[in-house]
C-alpha cells in the first residue's frame, strides 16, 4: 500500500480559498501536502500555509524529495492526500520520482503569468518550457492532464489547449 493521493493539482498561488473550500470539499483529504523546495525553506510562508489549512485538515509543507520518501513509507498510508505543487516541474519531478498519478491525473489549477508567457486559459499562463514538461507528463507518463480551477468547472485537456495555441 501507497500513501492514497486523491487530488494532484499545479497552483501557482498553493493553498488558497478555493483550493481550502471547493477543493477538500470534493476530495476529503486528511492531509494537505505542499510540496515545494523554496516555501519549505521559507518560515513565513510555510507558516501561512499551514494556517490556511480547513478544519480537520492538517496541511504540511516538504520539499520534492521528502514527498517521494513519504509517498512510499508505510507511515504515511493512513494519509488521503491533496497535493500541491507550485509549478509543473516540481509535478514532474513528484512523476520522475515513482509518485502514481495514473488514477488521478494532473489538475492545472493555476499558473501566474511571467514575461513572454501566453495566456492559455484565464488562470493558466504558458511557455514552451512549461508545455514540454506538461507533454512529458502525458506523453512519458501517460496521465491526463486538465485544466479545472474548481470541482464544478468542466476538465479542459491541456493538450487539447496547448495544441490550439501552438505549443
Known sequence: M??????????SRLLHGQVATFWTRAVTPNRIMVVSDSVAKDPLRKTLITQVAPPGVKANVVTVNKMIRAYFDSRFDSFNTLLLTETVADMLKLAEGGIDFSKIGIN???????DGMTMLTDAISMNGDIAKEIRTLA?????DVYAQKIPAEKKENLLTLLDKKGF
Open 2 to 11: 501507497t500513501m492514497d493521493i486523491r487530488l494532484a493539482r499545479v497552483d
Open 108 to 114: 492545472i489549477g493555476s499558473i501566474a503569468y511571467n
Open 139 to 143: 506523453n512519458d507518463f501517460h496521465l
